[in-house]
């Protein structure tokens, strides 16, 4: 039995070492490459927490420090998610800020 732990441990490892970085995420390849043309090489860690949670289509609240990333950790999956037109009418997207500085 801890042998069988033992082996999908690995595995599991093997998987998180060979998608690094912004290439884990699966987004569009014009987002990627926007990505990698800015200068971005890897998450912050606040992005490694939220992006997969807003990719699941959750609701993400966000609390971090200044400068840590939060902005881009919701605003890569609706830009990844807008790719695909909505036959809905109506808002696709809502960005709420605390105030108009921030805008």
């Not at 998180?16 to 987004?27: L, T």
């Not at 090489?41 to 992006?51: A, D, G, L, N, S």
């Not at 999956?77 to 807008?82: A, D, G």
């Not at 790719?83 to 808002?91: F, L, P, T």
């Given at each position: 039995?801890?042998?069988e732990?033992?082996?999908?441990?690995?595995?599991?490892?093997?998987?998180?070492?060979?998608?690094?970085?912004?290439?884990?995420?699966?987004?569009?390849?014009e987002?990627?490459?926007?990505?990698?043309?800015?200068?971005?090489?890897m998450?912050?860690?606040?992005?490694?927490?939220?992006?997969?949670?807003?990719?699941?289509?959750?609701?993400?609240?966000?609390?971090?420090?200044?400068?840590?990333?939060?902005?881009?950790?919701?605003?890569?999956?609706?830009?990844?998610?807008?790719?695909?037109?909505?036959?809905?009418?109506?808002?696709?997207?809502?960005?709420?800020?605390?105030?108009?500085?921030?805008?």
């Amino acid at each position: 039995m801890a042998e069988e732990y033992n082996d999908a441990m690995g595995s599991v490892q093997k998987q998180k070492k060979q998608a690094s970085g912004f290439a884990q995420y699966s987004f569009m390849y014009e987002l990627y490459k926007a990505i990698m043309v800015s200068g971005l090489k890897m998450p912050t860690p606040v992005q490694r927490k939220v992006i997969p949670v807003v990719m699941s289509g959750k609701d993400a609240i966000v609390c971090y420090k200044t400068g840590s990333g939060k902005t881009l950790s919701y605003l890569l999956p609706m830009i990844n998610k807008l790719k695909c037109h909505s036959k809905i009418v109506g808002a696709r997207a809502l960005i709420l800020i605390p105030t108009r500085d921030l805008a």
